[in-house]
């Protein structure tokens, strides 16, 4: 089995709804070889880190930066990560009231550190909620999922 980590960043209803839509996306029934584990930031350890074999991670866009959660993760997890997670395959959401970009520079600066590998176009949901987003998430979910299993990446 491969081993799929989602961190997922969920401090309001609209972004709860992404996590578990993501979640959802990743347990298609057509995929049967990845064991997925979902967390918050907070909750997520580097023991997590080095278990996975890809990391999906979602945020939202506050002061023009990454979530102070995700940055925590990443401040907990960075040395212990370096070095031993080379080539590791992610994705990211980014949920933002209408921008997004920092957040990219922000998460692109750090992964780009942990020689971590870009797998899927980065997906920033921004403005009015739509509802779209869900089903975005969903296939963003489904496809690294699907690729992990199918050893593309
Ligand atoms: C303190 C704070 C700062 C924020 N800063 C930004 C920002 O810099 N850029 C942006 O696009 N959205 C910003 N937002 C909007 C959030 O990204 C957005 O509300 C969040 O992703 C939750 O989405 P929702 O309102 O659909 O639940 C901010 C929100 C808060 C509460």
Known sequence: M???????????????????????????????????????????????VLWANAVLLGTTENLGYMSGALKDFFDRTYNGALGKTDGLPYAIYIRAGMDGTGTQRGIKSITTGLRWREVQ????????????????VNDLGMSLAAGLEAGVF
């Open 2 to 48: 491969k081993h799929l980590l989602i961190v997922a960043h969920t401090p309001s209803p609209n972004t709860k709804q992404l996590a578990d839509s993501v979640f959802s996306g990743s347990q298609n029934s057509a995929i049967t070889g990845v064991d997925i584990v979902m967390k918050t930031p907070f909750e997520t350890t580097i023991e997590d």
């Open 121 to 136: 176009p980065p997906l920033i949901l921004k403005g009015d909620w739509r509802t779209e987003f869900l089903s975005e």
